[in-house]
Antibody
Framework: QVQLVESGGGVVQPGRSLRLSCAASGFTFSKYNMHWVRQAPGKGLEWVAVISHEGSNVGHADSVKGRFSVSRDNSNSTLFLQMTILRPEDTAVYYC??????????WGQGTLVTVSS | EIVVTQSPAALSVSPGERVTLSCRTSQSVTSNLAWYQQKPGQAPRLLIYTASTRATGVPARFSGSGSGTEFTLTISSLQSEDFAIYYCHQYAHWPLYNFGQGTKLEVK
């Protein structure tokens, strides 16, 4: 069955960087576009970034554009989110999700990022 | 950017009732709209995609309708496990996807 396991979250000071990973298994990772979606404590879902299946096309939400960068390693079935110049408002649970042609059919359990001094 | 607006923000309902949730987009997304259910402490779960197609394993009491800019999610007879937050999500304009702010179903 599909498994998505995020890691790399933690507490980080404002202005610092963090790299999240999402290890995928149970499907042919290289055939699917992948997304990052975040959820601030007590708030709704916010789409963050998408990367095409082969990695050549990406998109980022305006709120993170220029600071966050999505990438992938298809040889190791892993998705990444490089986050720089972190702000307190980036505090959230970060989910990776598998795109089945638009809808996000499978989600990881998320990793918590806390930006605080 | 397409704005996605859900209404109401919260709804108090009794088990067994029929409930309809609304989602509106600021421009047409044709049928490129999905609905998700999220329970506390859990990841979202895909319920409906292409506006009206139930995802695998989703009970028949969940149905979606609409196209263009107006969409609804209907739960025909609320069960106790359906009390959760529901989000709609437009995916018409790759790569910029976005979600509505959610509707919370609460027990009356």
């Amino acid at each position: 069955q599909v498994q998505l396991v995020e890691s790399g979250g933690g507490v980080v000071q404002p202005g610092r960087s963090l790299r999240l990973s999402c290890a995928a298994s149970g499907f042919t990772f290289s055939k699917y576009n992948m997304h990052w979606v975040r959820q601030a404590p007590g708030k709704g879902l916010e789409w963050v970034a998408v990367i095409s299946h082969e990695g050549s096309n990406v998109g980022h939400a305006d709120s993170v554009k220029g600071r966050f960068s999505v990438s992938r390693d298809n040889s190791n079935s892993t998705l990444f989110l490089q986050m720089t110049i972190l702000r307190p408002e980036d505090t959230a649970v970060y989910y990776c999700a598998k795109d089945i042609g638009g809808p996000l059919a499978d989600w990881g359990q998320g990793t918590l990022v806390t930006v605080s001094s | 950017e397409i704005v996605v607006t859900q209404s109401p923000a919260a709804l108090s309902v009794s088990p067994g009732e029929r409930v309809t949730l609304s989602c509106r987009t600021s421009q047409s997304v044709t049928s490129n709209l999905a609905w998700y259910q999220q329970k506390p402490g859990q990841a979202p779960r895909l319920l409906i995609y292409t506006a009206s197609t139930r995802a695998t394993g989703v009970p028949a009491r969940f149905s979606g309708s609409g196209s263009g800019t107006e969409f609804t999610l209907t739960i025909s007879s609320l069960q106790s496990e359906d009390f959760a937050i529901y989000y709609c999500h437009q995916y018409a304009h790759w790569p910029l996807y976005n979600f509505g702010q959610g509707t919370k179903l609460e027990v009356k």
